[in-house]
């Protein structure tokens, strides 16, 4: 026992005291655009791309992009294959949005057209903040404290991330966040993998056993789009068809800083990713 | 490997298996399978002498008499048969799906590419009837699908007697997303994300396992210094798995300073992965050809963290075996070697029992014949054995990382590979992931094109040692073996 006391404070405090630093040069981050112009007739991102997360939009001889970092894994190969520098790799953590529009990067001028047909639809902005009647002040109730359960529906690695944002370097704990053993105790539903259809009604029967006010996080390219398996048999298309999800955290798996990220967005105390176009390289 | 295919009758398939199982010692079924629904075929390996066979069985019903009760290894394989191919195993004594519940209609088997050949169908629905315990006193408890901790879903049955657990039976499935017939689907050059994704705590062994599957039938092999990035690249996810299992072990033992910081020395495990690859779990890392371009410099970064790393754990994992209590709690949920062999279990849980089975060994590609260490073997098959395996194994990998970042050499990291994939051919890529031996097997058709792809995880064939450790044992006990056993649930239900 005082061997063990020994080792621990001999190892000191390993906790990473600014929250989502910027990422070293060997992560490799998800894609962003920049200004450079795309050739036309090129679509060497959109044949590379395995799950079709980016489009090409040639009219009249411009090109322009458009990626679903919500549908992104992460590959790289986009990045790699873009001969004219317009597909770019960003180096961030902080990848959390609490729009699932925001996950659409364009190159267009016309940002809304091009969001509505890569997504074929547009999801209402679920705010978070809380909720009706006495208690709707407006106001985030949940910006000292969040509870979160976690349900699990594919293949683990987001979960083992959000195991890791609780350990001592990245201590989602610090900021008042527990994972919790039961819905009945949960602020927010935190949803990994792409919710086949033998999870979907034990997803919603969680979600329905959570007192209001509740939130729903998807966690992970899968919970937001289905990643690599959507539009299969098993209809395993993500949760954001399924629940209203107010906060998307892309990646595959995310890194346990971006979880932190999407956390302290959902606690509105870091700001959410915006989509934005770099400058290009001349 | 390429394989050669060779038809067994369907008639003489019980008996064809058992002998050669009964042959030199090690030989077991590796997958039994069907390709569209018209044939079983078969995998048989010999572990001794690398050797693995392609067996393939013509039906001409849509039913067969069970292989079960000859060969407990094939029970799950045949319960898998009748989910996604319609194909009914008569007489088998635990039928019941696998992977497809009932939110599936009946009437639906996603990898039959063949009109049935009675005309009659298919009778048996999708429900799934847990066997019950009669006596007075005994109760049941069900946990899951959604579990209390951060852990995939799968359904739990328990029948108890007071404290003491009578029966358990599973239900998976609940992770079903319909990987294998995706495969099928998909360009062959993106199968390899959705393999990685399969399983993706084993992403680095699934992606070598298509990449050597797929090599094989083109014919190529990768150039050495990519074999040694993947020889790393696979054990380091041995090397970060074993430790997050031991950590929960510890956590499960209530032994909190020792799980935390087995954490961060995880952390520090996958910082090993991104630092070779980008990516914590080395996504997109292996392809078939190679791997993709690394940096160099890097090199010297990951030896000086890999050794840093040896450093720290030696002491902290001695803190779990130096704990009387820790291990008076571990000493129990045993397996038996004779067991693990009928079910033909694999990995750590069979190596647990005394079983000296290792595909690092047995199925060595790349750079392994140089680098295999030691096969790792407990004594007991309990829980004490199983992290006495992990343990060593911890430590052999970390040797292992180390002797290849002495000996890369420079050069390419990538072959030239053909656009298409040659017609009518069978190939089988067998890796030693954490877990246990890996086996993608995929067949072409006449125009190249992949016609099946069969992924079989460790878990598939060890899912049963969860029953079998925890029969007598108390339901208090059942996370800590749980743990220690430490399946996947998607790499089982894909």
Sequence with gaps: ?282 | MKLEKKIVEIGNLSQSIRSWMEGPSGRRLGLLTSIDGGQLATLMLDPQKSVVEYWESPLKADSYRSLTLMVPQAHWHERVLWDMFGITPEGHPRMKHVLLHDVYPPDFFPLRKIPFFDSKGFSKDRSFNFLEVRGEGVYEIPVGPIHAGVIEPGHFRFSCFGETILNLELKLGYVHRGVEKRLTELPWQKGRFLAEAAASDTAAANALAHAVALESIMGIEPTATAQHFRTLALEMERLAMHIIDLAGMGTDTGYLGFAQNMSRLRGKALGLAHNLSGSRFLRAFILPGGVRNVDTSVLAKIKKNARELKAELKPLIGFLHESQIARERMEIASISRSLANEFGMVGIVARACGIDYDCRQSFPHGTYPNFAPPVTVGLKGDIYSRAQVRTGEIFTSLDVIDAILENIADGPTMVSVPEQLPADTYGVGIVEAFRGELIHFVATDSDGKIVRYNINDPSHNNWTAVSIAIRDNLIADFPLCNKSLALSYSGNDL
């Design chain 1, 1 to 282: 026992m005082l061997k063990l006391l020994n080792y621990l404070l001999s190892t000191g405090i390993q906790t990473v005291i600014d929250p989502c630093p910027t990422p070293d040069n060997e992560w490799r981050g998800m894609p962003a655009l920049t200004d450079a112009q795309c050739g036309s007739g090129c679509n060497a991102c959109v044949e590379v791309c395995p799950t079709g997360a980016i489009s090409v939009f040639d009219e009249s001889g411009k090109a322009d992009v458009a990626l679903d970092l919500g549908a992104c894994i992460q590959c790289g190969l986009c990045i790699d294959q873009c001969p004219t520098g317009t597909i770019v790799e960003s180096k961030t953590f902080r990848v959390a949005t609490n729009s699932r529009e925001d996950l659409v990067l364009t190159t267009s001028a016309a940002r809304a057209e091009k969001v509505a047909a890569v997504l074929g639809r547009i999801t209402p902005l679920r705010k978070v903040v809380v909720a009706d009647g006495e208690l709707d002040t407006g106001k985030n109730l949940f910006t000292e404290s969040l509870h979160a359960r976690v349900v699990s529906t594919g293949c683990s690695s987001c979960d083992a991330e959000i195991g890791a944002s609780g350990n001592p370097v990245f201590d989602l704990e610090r900021f008042g966040v527990h994972i919790v053993a039961s819905p009945r105790f949960a602020d927010a539903l935190f949803v990994t993998g792409p919710v086949g259809k033998a999870m979907q009604n034990p997803l919603v029967r969680c979600y329905g056993a959570m007192p209001e006010p509740r939130l729903v996080v998807a966690v992970g390219t899968c919970a937001i789009s289905g990643g690599m398996h959507k539009g299969g048999y098993a209809e395993a298309n993500g949760a954001d068809s399924i629940l209203p999800v107010n906060i998307f955290i892309p990646g595959c798996p995310p890194h346990p800083w971006s979880i932190v990220h999407g956390v302290r967005v959902a606690m509105g105390k870091m700001e959410p990713y915006k989509p934005q176009i770099l400058p290009g390289k001349k």
